[in-house]
């Protein structure tokens, strides 16, 4: 099978789906606005051809230069698994005969108001929301929703410019802040833990599904620099306690008309047990999130996803062996990292429970926490007992140091 992959080498995960796609079978087309040569090494080895347009933000322009450039070779498939190019690619799959997610069906995964309104028709709880495209609109949404909000981007990912709002002033403060944003939602805030469903599905039946735990939720997370964020696979997704939200999360792929591929849902778990749904994308989680859900398994879900898409099969066996934690740390000042401080007592503490270490080097210059998940790196690690996942993943959080300067 001939198969488009789109940006094969962005973000960080981009090049094992690519791996897993060529594994296979497929001769993998990567499309891509940077040089072959900037491609990472295991990109580059893994696909058939690649062809550079000039950015793949213009859709259209995009478009034609791959329609020119791939003019008599039969495309089988387009996939995208990077959020910002949902539509491009199903633009693409539309012009080039491809199967998949049209132009129509990828819109609700992309326009998180219209992803809702088709939920609240489902009867699936979601959090009061109304979008607006003036900031006229936004006070009289929040007049009708009520303190405390949360105001973020229709076509968002992740938590980027997600405010939450407790009263008028913060709201006064926040849509300065949000002009260069065309279209916002303005939604009800739901106090409680945030969880996430991802499935593999083949024709609309999930043949595999994880429950990772963002500790603290991501909204925190983001306006607290000091904090390390945790995402934690859960070795029982099935306990009684997560049943309200995998329920939904069921529900939602129904709801969707989702038929094959991955997906990325988010949910809350109130205090008093009241289970509400966030948003669901239409494409893997990002920030490491399938490298966790392998290392709590043993298994290679870049192949799976690849094989789901190309074959329409699924033959990992997944048996769940670990809780597995990715902790992403951000270092104290600014400019380039002068030392790392910890490492060695992790490293004793944590032993065979670490699975993956990739912080910056001394002398690189530390990331813009606000603009990356991964900020200045991170550990992941995994245990068979949560207790113990929980203690170390804290130890990391705690014990572990970048300085900049």
């Not at 001939?2 to 962005?10: K, Q």
């Not at 387009?78 to 080039?96: D, F, H, K, T």
């Not at 740390?329 to 490492?343: D, S, T, V």
Request: hydrophobic share 40%.
């Amino acid at each position: 099978m001939n198969v488009i992959l789109l940006s094969p080498g962005y973000p960080a995960d981009m090049p094992e789906f690519t791996r897993g796609l060529a594994e296979v079978g497929a001769n993998v087309i990567g499309i891509g606005d940077q040089p072959a040569g900037a491609l990472p090494e295991t990109a580059r080895r893994h696909l058939a051809a690649y062809v550079q347009v000039r950015s793949l933000f213009d859709e259209l322009a995009t478009v034609h230069e791959v329609r020119d450039a791939l003019a008599g070779h039969r495309i089988d498939r387009v996939e995208s698994n990077w959020e910002p190019l949902m539509v491009l690619a199903a633009r693409l799959r539309e012009a080039l005969g491809a199967t998949g997610l049209t132009v129509e069906q990828t819109l609700p995964f992309r326009d998180k108001e219209a992803m809702k309104r088709r939920l609240d028709a489902a009867g699936i709880r979601t959090p009061r929301h109304e979008s607006s495209t003036t900031i006229a609109g936004c006070w009289a949404a929040a007049e009708r929703i009520g303190f405390p909000l949360i105001v973020k981007p229709i076509a968002g990912a992740g938590s980027a410019d997600t405010y939450r709002c407790d009263s008028a002033d913060d709201l006064r403060e926040v849509l300065p802040l949000l002009r260069h944003v065309r279209e916002v939602s303005v939604e009800e805030f739901v106090d409680g833990e945030e969880f996430t469903f991802d499935t593999i599905t083949i024709g609309g039946e999930v043949k595999y599904w994880n429950v990772a735990w963002y500790r603290p939720r991501p909204l925190v997370a983001r306006t607290n620099e000091w904090i390390s964020p945790q995402v934690v696979a859960l070795r029982r997704p099935d306990q009684p306690e997560l049943a309200g939200g995998v329920q939904m999360g069921f529900e939602v792929i129904r709801a969707l008309g989702f038929e094959t591929g991955f997906t990325h849902m988010e949910w809350y778990r109130k205090a008093d047990g009241e289970v509400v749904f966030g948003e669901i994308g239409a494409r893997p989680p990002g920030a490491r999130t399938v490298d966790l859900m392998n290392f709590a398994s043993d298994v290679d879900l870049f192949a799976g996803w690849a094989e789901a898409e190309l074959h329409g099969t699924f033959s990992l066996a997944v048996e769940r062996k670990y809780n597995a934690a990715c902790i992403t740390k951000r270092a104290h000042g600014q400019g380039r990292i002068q030392r790392i401080e910890g490492l060695d007592r992790i490293r004793a503490r944590c032993g065979d429970a670490i699975c993956a270490i990739d912080l910056l080097p001394v002398g690189a210059h530390r990331r813009d926490w606000k603009a990356t998940l991964l900020s200045d790196g991170y550990v992941t690690l995994r245990h068979p007992d949560w207790q113990t996942t929980k203690d170390l993943a804290d130890f990391v959080g705690t014990d572990l140091h970048l300085y900049a300067g």
